[in-house]
T-cell receptor
Framework: GAVVSQHPSRVICKSGTSVKIECRSL??????MFWYRQFPKQSLMLMAT?????????EQGVEKDKFLINHASLTLSTLTVTSAHPEDSSFYIC?????????????????FGAGSRLTVL | GDSVTQMEGPVTLSEEAFLTINCTYT??????LFWYVQYPGEGLQLLLK?????DKGSNKGFEATYRKETTSFHLEKGSVQVSDSAVYFC????????????FGAGTRLTVKP
C-alpha cells in the first residue's frame, strides 16, 4: 500500500536555528501534499497545501516566511521551520494524496507520515 | 463551513467492552467520511471510510455507517482490546472543496485489561 516517509522523526534544536523536515511518498506520486501541526492532546491543524512545481497555499494565520515549504518533485515535499523558537515546538505531520490513486479506498484518501516531533530549546 | 464534531474524551473502557465514539458533521455538497487512528508517537492511519449515504465502513472490528439524515458517522466496536488504545479522529473531505480534509478534535481511548 501507499507509504509516506517523514524524516526526521525527532529533532531538537537551539532557538534561532532552522530545521528541515522531509516528507516522501515512497511508492506513489503525489502532486499535492499537506502539512499539519498537532499540539499535545489536540487535533491536527492544517498549515499549508504543498503543490508540486508551484507555491504552497498557506492557511490563514500561518506565517509563510517562517514555515517554508518546497515541493520539488512528485515524491518529495519539505517543511523548513526558520529561526525556530520554543513556541514552534510541536508535532508536525505530512500527508500525501496519490495521483489517480484508487487502492482500497479511492482517490481522495490521504496517506500520513509518522510525524516529526520538533523541540526547540 | 465544513466541520466535524466528535465526542470529547478521554474514554476509558475495560477490555471486551462495547465502544461508541460519536461523530457528526456539517458540510456543503456530499462529503466522504473517515475515521483515522493515531497510536502513541505515530502519525495517522486510515481506519475506515464511507463515501456515500448508508455506506458502512469496517476494518479490524470497527464499523461506522454514513447517516445522512442525522449527519453522523459514529464509530463502534463490539469488543475492544488493550491494543485499541489510541486517539481516534473523525474527518471529512468535500469534493467541491478540493477534497480538503477537516478533522475532529480527536477522542483518546484507553482500554484497560
Amino acid at each position: 500500500g501507499a507509504v509516506v516517509s517523514q524524516h526526521p522523526s525527532r529533532v531538537i534544536c537551539k532557538s534561532g536555528t532552522s530545521v528541515k523536515i522531509e516528507c516522501r511518498s515512497l511508492d506513489f506520486q503525489a502532486t499535492t501534499m499537506f502539512w499539519y501541526r498537532q499540539f499535545p492532546k489536540q487535533s491536527l491543524m492544517l498549515m499549508a497545501t504543498s503543490n508540486e512545481g508551484s507555491k504552497a497555499t498557506y492557511e490563514q494565520g500561518v506565517e509563510k516566511d517562517k514555515f517554508l515549504i518546497n515541493h520539488a518533485s512528485l515524491t518529495l515535499s519539505t517543511l523548513t521551520v526558520t529561526s525556530a523558537h520554543p513556541e514552534d515546538s510541536s508535532f508536525y505531520i505530512c500527508s500525501a494524496r496519490e495521483i489517480g490513486g484508487q487502492g482500497a479506498y479511492g482517490a481522495n484518501v490521504l496517506t500520513f507520515g509518522a510525524g516529526s516531533r520538533l523541540t526547540v530549546l | 463551513g465544513d466541520s466535524v464534531t466528535q465526542m470529547e474524551g478521554p474514554v476509558t473502557l475495560s477490555e471486551e467492552a462495547f465502544l461508541t465514539i460519536n461523530c457528526t458533521y456539517t458540510a456543503t455538497g456530499y462529503p466522504s467520511l473517515f475515521w483515522y487512528v493515531q497510536y502513541p508517537g505515530e502519525g495517522l492511519q486510515l481506519l475506515l471510510k464511507a463515501t456515500k449515504a448508508d455506506d458502512k465502513g469496517s476494518n479490524k472490528g470497527f464499523e461506522a455507517t454514513y447517516r445522512k439524515e442525522t449527519t453522523s458517522f459514529h464509530l463502534e466496536k463490539g469488543s475492544v482490546q488493550v491494543s485499541d488504545s489510541a486517539v481516534y479522529f473523525c474527518a471529512l473531505s468535500v469534493p467541491l472543496n478540493n477534497n480538503d480534509m477537516r478533522f475532529g478534535a480527536g477522542t483518546r481511548l484507553t482500554v484497560k485489561p
